[in-house]
């Protein structure tokens, strides 16, 4: 097959819990979910905010910190990854938003691919299998907690697009 | 016994990995530590930065915001807390730093209460057991992201100083 290398543009969409349901969790404070007052009313948890699952294949929880630069602009989508055996949760410790590309688990469908604008208070977890592109960071080198899965065992899966995306600027 | 309820000073020390190593992890970029390069030189991974702890019992991994108001000064500390059956981790995801009040895990020992200064760009990881003082934000209302374990079956104890511990300020 000859492959479509010419592109297409996608703007980014506010992201929010609802729009990103398939794809795993939006970690983040929202005062209509779970929540209440501990440590003698000095702090209010905001409780069990994503599915974290690892234990596939007696798989450990890891806690990192992924330092992400930018790419050029324009940002040019051309392959995503999957975890299968687990989720991968991104939480953002500095105060620029970035992209988030995901694409539904399964089959990997290079048209079913949506892209979000994260806040800075809003972390993302993908579900196991979801397809998302690597760390996308906006306007300046960033840090992201992220919480996965000891390497045990191969657990990345990548697909190249035949029809690239340009991610545009929302107006 | 009379209890005596006089106060002392303790001034916060810089939190460092060596002083903490007692106590648990701390969670932050050092270059002399495991990091590798990822995502086609886009990413730098800083690998595996804290030891989770919550699987006994069945326990599962919780992902929480907590959002902390900072205590009155001066702080005073009366009590403290531990969680014997697992770690419990605090990230920032603010711009404040912080302070970190812990005692070694074993029988609570108020004399052997050492009190850290973490800056903004460090979290904490406390092993099971070690005692600590509930999160205690500085400057302004904080957000930490919480790494803990699922609340089936009792993992809190709280001990209560005989002399409260007020935390001075460094010169």
């Known amino acids: 097959m000859k492959l479509d290398r010419s592109k297409h543009c996608i703007i980014p969409q506010p992201l929010t819990r609802d729009a990103f349901a398939i794809f795993g969790d939006v970690i983040e404070v ?6 209440f007052m501990i440590n003698d ?7 069990d905010l994503a599915k974290v699952d690892v234990s596939t294949n007696a ?3 890891l806690l990192n910190i992924f330092r992400a630069t930018p790419l050029p602009e324009p940002i040019i989508v051309k392959k995503m990854e999957r975890h299968p055996l687990s989720s991968q949760a991104f939480i953002p410790l500095g105060e620029q938003p970035y992209l988030v590309v995901v ?7 290079e048209t079913a691919i949506r892209v ?3 806040s800075p208070d809003q972390g993302v977890n993908y579900n196991p299998g979801t397809w998302h592109h690597f760390c996308l960071a906006q306007h300046e080198i960033s840090d ?12 990345c899966d990548i697909a190249k697009l035949n029809r690239f995306i340009e991610i545009g600027h929302a107006q």
Do not use: C, I, M, W
Not at 30 to 35: F, G, I, V
Not at 41 to 47: A, D, E, P
């Open 41 to 47: 009313g000095y702090t209010q948890r905001y409780h």
């Open 144 to 155: 992201f907690l992220v919480v996965d899965r000891s390497s045990e065992g191969e657990n």
């Open 116 to 118: 979000f604008s994260a």
């Open 59 to 61: 798989g450990k929880v």
């Open 30 to 35: 929202d005062e209509k979910r779970n929540n």
């Open 103 to 109: 694409a539904p688990a399964g089959p990997f469908d």
